[in-house]
Structure formats: structure tokens, C-alpha cells
């Protein structure tokens, strides 16, 4: 009996990480939005904890799309670090989105299924 088990081990890890593995293909930004999924911030998320992800998705990983939460960006107004945050967290979950660790964000975020676009700016 014990055996069996112990066959059994490296297929429940496998199972366990598949769905965190890389497969080396390029997921096209939207789906979850399509299954109606957004990623914003926790409202108990801290200021430092917002600069902190806006400087993740912007700086560390320069992703396209941060232009628009600058000045004359789609998403500059309203100019608060929680609306940056939302934008650039999102942006970044979009990009990965059948992965939920792409909204964990240190624990400051959540996935919403309420649109958060406001005006022009669509999320």
C-alpha cells in the first residue's frame, strides 16, 4: 500500500505546479477581462504598498501601457496613487491572467469581477 502512494508522489506535484509552470507562450492581454476579471487594490492597501507595485509593474518590469497613467495618459486623471495602482495592477494581471498569483501583488490586490474603467479609461 505504501508503495502505490509513493508512486503516486511525483504526479501530485506535477499536478500541484502545472499550473504555475511557464509553457514559454505569450497570452494576449484581455482574457480575463472577456470572462469579466480585474485585478485593483485592496482598500486597505497602504500608499507605500501602491508605489511599490506601480514602481513593480512600471520600473522593474517596464511594461507598455504605464505611459497611461502619466500626465496626458488615458488614466492620469484622477491623479491618485490608489486609481495609478489600480491601472498598472490590472494591466500587469491582464497579461497572465489564468495565473491568480498575477494579482497577488504581496497580498494588496483582489480580483473584481465589477469593471473599474472609468471615461476613457478602459481597463
Known amino acids: 500500500m ?5 508512486a503516486l508522489i511525483p504526479t501530485l506535484i506535477l499536478c500541484l505546479l502545472l499550473p504555475f509552470s ?4 505569450t497570452l494576449k492581454p484581455g482574457n480575463a477581462q472577456a470572462s469579466g476579471q480585474w485585478c485593483v487594490p485592496k482598500p486597505s492597501t497602504t500608499e507605500e504598498q501602491l508605489q511599490d507595485s506601480i514602481h513593480f509593474v512600471c520600473d522593474e518590469r517596464g511594461m507598455a501601457g504605464c505611459s497611461s497613467i502619466q500626465i496626458g ?10 486609481n495609478h495602482a489600480s491601472v498598472v495592477m490590472n494591466m500587469y494581471y ?5 495565473h491568480p498569483v498575477s494579482c497577488w501583488f504581496r497580498n494588496s490586490a483582489l480580483i473584481t469581477i465589477t469593471d473599474p474603467s472609468y471615461g476613457n479609461c478602459k481597463f
Do not use: K, V
Open 22 to 25: 511557464n509553457t514559454g507562450g
Open 73 to 82: 495618459g488615458s488614466c492620469f486623471y484622477p491623479n491618485t496613487t490608489i
Open 94 to 98: 491582464q497579461s497572465n491572467p489564468t
Open 2 to 6: 505504501a508503495h502505490s502512494f509513493l
